[in-house]
């Protein structure tokens, strides 16, 4: 690099480097003024060192720095050689038992969810799995970055504070020593000299604010002029625009763009031009003028090099200051001392100040940088910590007032270090003692929300995007808040007492504004114009909600805040609402003689707001003061006389109201904004400071009024006092059924109104109100969740709501009421409910959604019926109320209350058409029964002598007075029973009968009076005998219907399957045991089947009927018939690769001839086995493709699959297919049929015909070649040549097929060339046939491959799409030549033969150690007809078959000999034993010979033996599936078993001896000389020399990379993976290829290359060098694995890595530790081998659209 500076920068960079460290350091301890002194040295150095030019050379400007500014300062402060004082300083340190290591972007971060005093606190994960926590219950995430370790902070954990490690430094810590004892009085003056001038410099320099003047000290006696265009980062801009405003400001390259956005983006700010003042100018504005036309411009500013070089030498300092204190906690102090010490301008003038005050003008760089030294010198030392936090909390207001209008993230703020502050519980509380900082951060924030209404409420309404941006920021102090209350005081002092009471009325002031914002009244006639803002409040609610509850736990803490909180807390809610009853007339209600006094006041008339925040914490102090008992300990401290239930009760009722009347319809026209809200209100977020305490206030406010009087106000609220009070309601409007809607309306009012009374006496579980624990809470909760299904942990996490530690509570409850089923290999785990629980099942469950009750509903009965139980679902018994709320349960038997429910029933027996409902009467049993529940307790737990007061089976048995002698309830239930249309309410009623009986023999028994059968009994025992029997004949008819029904549907399923028989199979498939069906195989004898040769076991000719799947005509396959075509898919594979690096340079030169045994670039062939019409496919493909033309000019996006490349979806299962493979009877029997002696030649004397053939027909070739020029001397030259006999190079068979299935050959070779090599299709080609022949060797030795790996048999039941695929491709392979050109073909198969058989015509074959054989013996065996049809000699095709195979072996044989490892620790065997041993020892020593003793001479017959056996075995398989296919000989029942060796059968199969040697020993004569051909080729020396490498056989099996049991190590890993291109920054995206292990930079700028012209991401770079286009991947970051394919494909297939509950957490949201599920894992490798990663792809697009959207090819 140094040879781009000019000449004269190098000549200063020798001065520089002359210059001395040790002679400088020595000259500032003689300075007596030494900060002028290092202020020289610095003005004249600093500007030679940094920026002398356009680009920086960061590692050069470090290294001068070191050597000219840093060397004398260490010198200086150690007093000698640094390189022996730091060491000295390191020693005398006692290390900190904090460790205090600040956190890199991504790194795993690990929280204790039993022992974290907060979930702020988290470790290491060095410390993490050294401390104790590893073993409890934790929690995972990744850092955002900055933030450190709490591992030794005491305060931050309950339990084990320190980690090994640490604990070793934390013996004696109890007394905080000085850290300076540990230096001499000569360091300690040094470093404070030394601190200060440089800390005190940094910070001038970075907070410097001129352009181009400098400090006066520093300012340079010749200034150059030379500049800097600055460009600084926003978070307006977007990359795209920053990149293209860069190119054509400063005339540079995309790329360079890229870079120069990257690190604006990445460091803050980024020099993008160097020159002369204009120069610079000139590129600022038009930057400026580019940017600024919809937002502000981009900060740009012309510097002079000089400040930039002081300021980038300026956060060096800070970087060594913090590497420095690392040596010494002595030095730590006096850096922190020096920091925070008051400069000349008193207050705020430390140099801590200046940089926190200056913060947000400070690039991102800079700020990082001395964030980063706060983190590491003043929250380390805990006595400094402490004076910060107090600088911090002085500074607060204006640190976030900075803070709200600065545009950068949080995290680059320094307001962010207010949670390492705040959430230290010591800080904390004394921040709020002596700094009052709740008061503080709350006013702060209202101070940030000025909008208010003329009540001064908050006012959201007119909300601008400025605005919402500047809400968004403010939210940031809630959090604060939060932090500060996040651990509860222990003890309080009256100074606490009284700050924590002065913060909890600014808190009141805060919701004082939130109560009733946001008001909305009802629309009618028109729907509103504008959906009304609404989500601001309801976000600031949420945020409050912790806070809110917070507040309440504090108060709960100390009995005389509490009380003082509940004053202070009533009377604001006086201020806010206690005028109320002002204005109009009061009105009365009165009904059964009760009459109460309300106001005038319509829900649907008037303004009615959701937020009530003051009302609701009142609610919750209320609870407490019962929870707490202070209400019963000190009632005369409270101001309970004060309270006006009416008043209380007032707007949460118009709220519930609301609620109900936005159910009934009422509100249609007020549009979505307010049925979210209503929403949000129920929701689990939200609920607790809402829904839940708005239900609390109105039980308060019951429980201290007469119920008769609260009922009254309820009806009037609801708007059904009239209805009520009106005992002819019913009559009339059965009279008049004109307004069926408003009848409609009421009637769910109504049962709102039920619902609500049903709520208010019902829900007890909160404690304070009833007499529970908090657990049973949640019990009762879970119960509910999972009464509507079974549920996955997540699932019921997000159902319930979570504290400030974001715990549920739930796992400490779970198993007591619920069981948990293990995932299996695909869905979750799931909990399931207890049956012993389902009797605490209430069917009106307050945190039901409608849809949940009526699905808990549904569930409920019939899991009831299922046990044969009746299916009423009475109400639970209840737990008994805290004293404070007893007197609630008398509204079940208030007058007004039974006359409700009189009326509502006297409806139902009366059955006035519209006038009731069902759930209306369902809502009054269910009240009933909780009364007798009720009652049923009471009489239960009633102590002796104790007076009953509850006693409404009294009151339920009373007819109604006179004059309307109205029936009992109790008589009209009795009636009700036998009505014919509530069936389904029976079970209740009769429920409510027996139950009414039980509490009568209870009364009675207690009384001890006699036990009486009442007449109800009698009544009810009759009617359930009757009943009996009407079920018991209503299940026997429903039993014959079932029987009838099965009967047609079997009848039904075999037709279909006779129909479809296709489909059928298909379905099959997904069984294991499912056999190829189309294999039925014809009659032959088991016995001694044989492949292939001319005793291949002669097949019966089978007739094959397909039928197509799109016309549904069935055709039988001949070789003159219409083609029939299966579906197929071609793809590129390496799946089987060796060698991953290599790829095929340029497809147009590449020949495919010979397939290295690296197995490195494959072309895999797969189909659905889908049989179609040639011709009606092609209808069909032509329709596809016109369609998708016309779509794509309207939509310009991709689809799953690719017209122009061929892609089309099969018709029938949809799976990609790229071409169609046709359907052919076995094409060797139709070449055979020709005249055959039965005398074969012996394989030497079939080789010596073939080579002769080989021979003419090369003299042929090149006389062809020469006759083009002179075509005269044709005939002499033929003369000469001797043809062998019956060879007749003239003849040109005919092709048997059919022109369409000629058509489809062509079709198919040309899709294969066209995919295999990526090149345009050319059905001339001369390696078309080549690439037909590659793909089928690939695809067999690929499926060979995945039958071993499973150990699955190599003839057992294939899924029949799979044997259809080998089947079709197999012959189609082999009539391939049919329709390529006949010379081409045979010059194929001459240079193939000539590989094993030498011939001199031929250079550039590769040598044995470099053929792939069972590649040499496709191609061999599929070449050989077309120099057979030539031949007329009576050889048989089978015969030349056999050969090549035997021929081929041997070569293999040979091939695994030479490769095969010598055994390291040789078991020498002696003598060999058997016939093999001593066979394969001679033709060992014979290789040896050959080679002239190159080859190893250690190995023994019986290790040499085993590797051959072992080495051989894929390759003989391969060939039984290969020969099996091709020639239709059934396979041996021995090999369809699994079983560990077939090595015989596999040999008898395939015509081989038992004994492979054999071979060698029948042929030696011929064979010696071909191996010793072998031995002598140049390539084997070189390798035998050890010069080269070879494959060495058997292949290894390819597998995914091994993951680690934990995801934590992952993560891990990735966080120090750094981008490769942009320098050690880190990914932001890093991902890990499945395949090789590497890890990319996914996703990102920096490392987008550009492949075939366009740009791409590192993943799909990355698939076309690794995958030959696919991928699959695992985004580290998100735990999701990603799967690609092309550019355009791809999807997320689900993790590997479950949580303790069997769930994934993709995006790792929830934390819970993950460890790898083998099975799924297995899955996912299964795809890959089984080449289905883009069918599934393209599965996973079809089914979901938005995937087709992603841009996949940036990833
Ligand atoms: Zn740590
Ligand atoms: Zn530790
Ligand atoms: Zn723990
Ligand atoms: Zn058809
Ligand atoms: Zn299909
Ligand atoms: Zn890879
Ligand atoms: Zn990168």
């Not at 307006?236 to 005339?251: D, F, G, M, S």
């Not at 029936?967 to 389904?984: C, F």
């Not at 071979?1559 to 390798?1583: A, G, P, T």
Request: aromatic share 8%; glycine share 6%.
């Amino acid at each position: 690099m140094a040879s781009e500076l000019e000449p004269e920068v190098q000549a200063t960079e020798r001065t520089l480097l002359e210059c001395s460290a040790e002679e400088t350091a020595a000259k500032w301890l003689q300075a007596t003024d030494l900060t002028k002194e290092v202020y020289q040295h610095l003005a004249h150095y600093v500007p030679k060192i940094y920026c002398r030019g356009p680009n920086p050379f960061p590692q050069k400007e470090d290294m001068l720095a070191q050597h000219v500014l840093l060397g004398p300062m260490e010198w200086y402060l150690c007093g000698e050689d640094p390189a022996l004082g730091f060491p000295k300083l390191e020693q005398a340190n006692k290390p900190s038992h904090l460790c205090g290591r600040v956190f890199k972007v991504g790194e795993p971060t690990y929280s204790c969810r039993d022992c974290a005093v907060d979930p702020t606190c988290v470790l290491c994960m060095e410390c993490f799995l050294g401390s104790i926590h590893k073993d409890h219950r934790y929690r995972m995430t990744t850092s955002g970055g900055g933030g450190f370790c709490d591992c030794g902070d005491t305060e931050a954990w309950k339990e084990g504070p320190f980690c090994q490690k640490h604990e070793l430094n934390s013996a004696g810590m109890e007394v905080e020593e000085d850290p300076l004892v540990h230096l001499s009085e000569d360091v300690i003056a040094r470093a404070y000299n030394i601190f200060a001038i440089i800390f005190q410099y940094a910070v001038e320099i970075l907070t410097w604010e001129k352009e181009s003047e400098l400090p006066a000290d520093l300012e340079m006696i010749e200034k150059s002029d030379t500049y800097y265009c600055m460009l600084f980062n926003d978070e307006v801009h977007t990359y795209e625009q920053v990149i293209y405003t860069l190119q054509k400001a400063v005339n540079c390259t995309q790329k360079e763009a890229i870079g120069f956005a990257t690190t604006v983006d990445r460091d803050g700010r980024r020099s993008v031009r160097y020159g002369d003042f204009q120069y610079c100018d000139q590129a600022k504005s038009v930057i400026v003028r580019n940017t600024s036309r919809q937002t502000k411009p981009l900060k740009v500013q012309v510097m002079h090099s000089s400040i930039v070089a002081h300021q980038n030498f300026g956060l060096k300092l800070l970087s060594w200051l913090g590497s420095i204190i690392g040596y010494s906690d002595g030095l730590r102090r006096i850096l922190c001392q020096v920091g925070l010490q008051e400069g000349p301008d008193g207050e705020n003038s430390s140099l801590v100040d200046r940089l926190m005050r200056t913060d947000s003008k400070l690039w991102k760089g800079a700020r990082s940088v001395y964030h980063q030294l706060f983190m590491s010198s003043l929250l380390m030392d805990l006595k400094y910590k402490k004076l910060f936090a107090v600088r911090f909390a002085k500074n607060y207001e204006r640190l976030q007032s900075d803070y709200v209008t600065d545009d950068h993230d949080r995290e680059f703020s320094v307001a962010d270090l207010s949670v390492q502050i705040f959430t230290v519980p010591s800080l904390a509380r004394m921040l709020i003692t002596e700094e009052n900082l709740m008061t503080t951060i709350i006013k702060t924030f209202m101070d940030h929300l000025k909008q208010r209404d003329a009540q001064g409420r908050f006012q959201f309404e007119r909300y601008t995007a400025l605005q919402a941006f500047k809400f968004r920021r403010v939210q940031s102090l809630i959090l604060d808040l939060k932090y500060v209350l996040i651990s509860k005081p222990t003890e309080w002092s009256d100074e606490l007492r009284q700050k924590f009471l002065e913060g909890f009325d600014a808190f009141l002031e805060l919701l004082k504004c939130m109560q009733g914002m946001d008001p909305i009244t009802r629309q009618v006639g028109q729907h509103i114009e504008m959906e009304p803002e609404w989500e601001a409040a309801f976000t600031l609610q949420m945020k409050l909600t912790h806070v809110i509850s917070m507040m309440q736990d504090w108060c709960a803490l100390d009995e005389k805040v509490l009380i003082e909180a509940y004053k202070k807390c009533l009377a604001v809610l006086t201020q806010c609402h206690g005028g109320f009853t002002d204005g109009e007339q009061p009105v009365t209600l009165s009904i059964c003689g009760h009459s109460v006094e309300t106001i005038r006041y319509c829900v649907s008339q008037e303004k009615v707001s959701i937020h009530l925040p003051i009302s609701r914490l009142l609610a919750g102090l209320h609870v407490l003061l019962s929870k707490s008992e202070v209400a019963y300990k000190f009632p005369e401290l409270l101001p309970l006389s004060e309270l006006s239930p009416p008043m209380l009760i007032e707007h949460p009722l118009r709220c519930l109201v609301l609620c109900a009347q936005v159910h009934a319809g009422m509100w249609r026209r007020n549009g979505f904004s307010l049925v979210n809200q209503i929403y949000y209100y129920h929701n689990v977020k939200c609920r607790r400071e809402m829904f839940d305490k708005d239900i609390v206030m109105l039980q308060t406010g019951v429980s201290m009024m007469d119920p008769n009087h609260f009922l009254m106000i309820m009806l009037s609220r609801f708007e059904l006092y009239q209805i009520f009070s009106s005992p002819d309601y019913g009559k009339r409007l059965s009279a008049e059924i004109t307004h069926k809607d408003v009848v409609q309306q009421n009637n769910t009012l109504i049962e709102e109104m039920l619902y609500l009374i049903i709520m208010l006496v019902g829900e007890r579980y909160s404690p304070g109100v009833g007499q529970v624990s908090a657990m049973d809470e949640i019990k009762r909760e879970i119960i509910h969740q999972l009464s509507i299904k079974p549920m996955a942990h997540s699932e019921l996490v997000k159902s319930l709501p979570e504290d400030e530690n974001k715990e549920t509570g739930m796992e400490s409850v779970i198993e007591a009421v619920a069981h948990f089923r293990k995932p299996g290999l695909t869905g979750r785990g799931m909990y399931e409910l207890k049956p012993e629980c389902a009797k605490e099942f209430n069917l009106y469950f307050y945190h039901f959604s409608r849809a949940e009750q009526s699905k808990a509903e549904e569930a409920q009965r019939k899991l009831k019926r299922q046990h044969r139980e009746d299916s009423a679902l009475p109400p639970p018994v209840l737990p008994p109320f805290c004293p404070l709320f007893a007197s609630l349960v008398n509204i079940l038997q208030s007058d007004v209350m039974l006359y409700i429910m009189g009326t509502i029933l006297r409806w139902a027996v009366e059955r006035h058409g519209y006038a009731w409902s069902e759930s209306m009467l369902q809502r009054v049993l269910h009240l009933i029964g909780m009364a007798l529940q009720e009652e049923k307790q009471h009489l239960e737990n009633a102590v002796e002598e104790h007076v009953l007061t509850f006693t409404f089976t009294q009151k339920i048995s009373k007819p109604g007075e006179a004059p309307n002698n109205s029936p009992s309830i109790l008589a009209m239930l009795e009636t009700l029973q036998n009505a014919p249309s509530l069936e389904v309410h029976k079970d209740m009623i009769r429920w409510i009968l027996k139950t009414f009986n039980t509490i009568k023999k209870l009364r009675e028994s207690s009384s001890t009076s006699p036990v009486v059968e009442t007449e109800g009994t009698i009544m009810e025992e009759s009617t359930r005998d009757k009943d009996k029997a009407e079920r018991k004949r209503k299940a026997e008819i429903a039993r014959l219907r079932r029987e009838k029904i099965m009967a047609q549907m079997s009848e039904m399923q075999r037709h279909f399957i006779d129909e479809n028989r296709e489909l059928f199979q298909q379905t099959l498939e997904l069984d294991a045991s499912a056999s190829a069906v189309l294999d039925s195989s014809p009659m032959v004898s088991d016995t001694a089947l044989t492949a292939l040769g001319p005793a291949q076991t002669q097949v019966p000719e089978q007739r094959q009927f397909v039928t197509c799947i799109l016309c549904q005509e069935e055709q039988e396959v001949t070789e003159e018939s219409r083609a029939m075509v299966l579906a197929a898919f071609i793809q590129r594979s390496t799946v089987l690769s060796k060698n991953r690096t290599k790829f095929i340079q340029d497809p147009e030169k590449y020949d495919p001839l010979f397939m290295h045994p690296d197995l490195s670039c494959g072309t895999h062939t797969g189909s659905c086995g889908h049989v179609m019409h040639a011709h009606c496919w092609q209808r069909y493909f032509d329709s596809v493709q016109a369609k998708e033309q016309r779509r794509q000019q309207r939509l310009r996006f991709h689809t799953s699959y690719d017209v122009e490349s061929g892609e089309f979806l099969c018709p029938l299962c949809e799976c990609l297919s790229n071409t169609v493979i046709p359907l052919l009877l076995p094409p060797r029997s139709i070449f055979n049929r020709r005249l055959i002696f039965s005398d074969q030649p012996s394989l030497a004397q079939w080789i010596r015909t073939i080579s002769q053939q080989i021979k003419a027909l090369l003299v042929l070739r090149k006389e062809e070649s020469s006759s083009n020029a002179a075509t005269s001397k044709n005939s002499e030259n033929r003369n000469e040549l001797e043809l062998p006999e019956g060879f007749k190079p003239n003849f040109h068979p005919k092709n048997p097929y059919s022109d369409s299935i000629k058509e489809m050959l062509t079709t198919f070779g040309t899709a294969t060339y066209k995919v295999g090599l990526k090149v345009h299709p050319n059905e001339e080609d001369p390696r078309v046939p080549i690439m037909c022949w590659g793909s089928c060797a690939y695809t067999i030795q690929s499926i060979e491959r995945i039958l071993s790996d499973e150990d699955k048999p190599l003839f057992g039941p294939l899924p029949c799409r799979l044997d259809d695929c080998l089947r079709s491709l197999t012959r189609f392979a082999a009539a391939h030549w049919t329709v390529a050109s006949l010379p081409v073909v045979q010059g194929h198969f001459c240079k193939l033969f000539a590989a094993l058989v030498p011939n001199d015509s031929y250079e550039d074959l590769p040598c044995i150690l470099d053929i792939d054989m069972f590649h040499l013996l496709v191609g061999l065996v599929l070449a050989l007809p077309a120099l057979q049809c030539q031949d007329f000699s009576g050889i048989s095709l089978s015969t030349g078959d056999l050969h090549i195979f035997h021929l081929v072996t041997m070569a293999h044989i040979v091939q695994i000999l030479f490769t095969s490892r010598p055994e390291e620790n040789g078991m020498d065997q002696g003598n060999p034993t058997s016939e093999e041993e001593s066979a394969v020892l001679s033709l060992y020593r014979m290789l040896q010979q050959y080679t002239g003793s190159a080859l190893k001479a250690t190995a023994s017959g019986w290790h040499l033996w085993r590797s051959v056996k072992a080495g051989i075995m894929p390759f003989l398989k391969c060939s039984a599936l290969f020969f099996h296919y091709l020639n239709g000989v059934p396979s041996p029942p021995d090999l369809q078993v699994p079983g560990t060796s077939h090595f015989e059968h596999l040999c008898n199969y395939l015509s081989l001896p038992t004994n492979l040697f054999g071979l060698f020993q029948e042929n030696r004569e011929i064979m010696n000389s071909l191996i010793e051909s072998w031995c002598h080729d140049s390539e084997v020396k070189r390798y035998l020399r050890g010069e080269r490498d070879a494959i060495s056989y058997p292949r290894g099996a390819n597998k995914l990379i091994d993951l680690p049991e934990d995801y934590s190590s992952l993560i891990n890993q990735a966080s120090n993976f750094s981008c490769p291109k942009s320098g050690g920054d880190k990914s932001r995206a890093p991902t890990l290829c499945l395949v090789c292990g590497s890890l990319l930079c996914s996703q990102s700028y920096c490392c987008q290359t550009e492949l075939e012209g366009e740009d791409v991401g590192a993943c799909t770079a990355h698939t076309y060098s690794c995958g030959s286009g696919a991928g699959i991947f695992l985004r580290v970051r998100e735990c999701q694995v990603l799967f690609l394919a092309g550019k355009t494909k791809g999807c997320f297939y689900s993790p590997p890595y479950l949580d303790d509950y069997g769930e994934t957490d993709q995006g790792l949201r929830r934390g819970n530790p993950l460890h790898l599920c083998r099975e799924r894992f297995k899955k996912i490798q299964k795809l890959w081998q089984q080449h289905s990663v883009t069918e599934e792809i393209g599965h996973a697009q079809e089914a979901n659209q938005t995937l087709v959207g992603i841009d996949w090819q940036h990833l």
